[in-house]
C-alpha cells in the first residue's frame, strides 16, 4: 500500500456504489494458467537451468516461436547446449539471409 493513502490527512474513501469484489481460489488459479512466461522470465530461466550467458540467450528469446521451438527440440530430446547453438549459429543465420520468419519456414528433423 502506498504510504501516502495511509497520511492521516489523505482522504481516501472506497468507493461506496462498488461492491467488494471477492474471487474464488479456482477461478485464480484458472486465469494463471493463461498467462504466458515472459521473456525476461524465460530468459532467467535459461541461465539458471542451462547456464547460457546473455549472448546466447537474447536470440532464443527473440520471438515466441524461436522459444518455443527451441523449447520442442530439448523436449524431444536434443541436449540444450547443442539445440541452442543450432539455432543461434545456423538458422538465426539461415533466417537473416533468406529474410524470413521462423514462421516461414517447414522442416523436419
Known amino acids: 500500500m502506498r504510504s501516502k493513502e495511509d497520511a492521516l490527512d489523505y482522504r481516501y474513501f472506497p468507493e461506496p456504489d462498488l461492491p467488494g469484489l471477492k474471487l474464488e481460489q ?29 549472448e546466447f540467450i537474447t536470440p532464443l528469446i527473440a520471438s515466441k516461436t524461436m522459444s518455443d521451438y527451441f523449447e520442442n527440440l530439448i523436449q524431444d530430446g536434443i541436449k540444450p547446449k547443442l539445440a541452442g547453438k543450432y539455432m543461434v549459429n545456423i538458422l538465426s543465420r539461415y533466417l537473416n539471409d533468406e529474410q524470413k520468419e521462423l514462421e516461414d519456414v517447414s522442416f523436419s528433423y
Do not use: P, T
Open 26 to 54: 479456482d477461478f485464480i488459479n484458472e486465469q494463471k494458467s493463461y498467462i504466458q512466461e515472459s521473456a525476461f522470465a524465460r530468459a532467467k530461466r535459461y541461465k539458471e537451468k542451462y547456464n547460457f550467458n546473455k
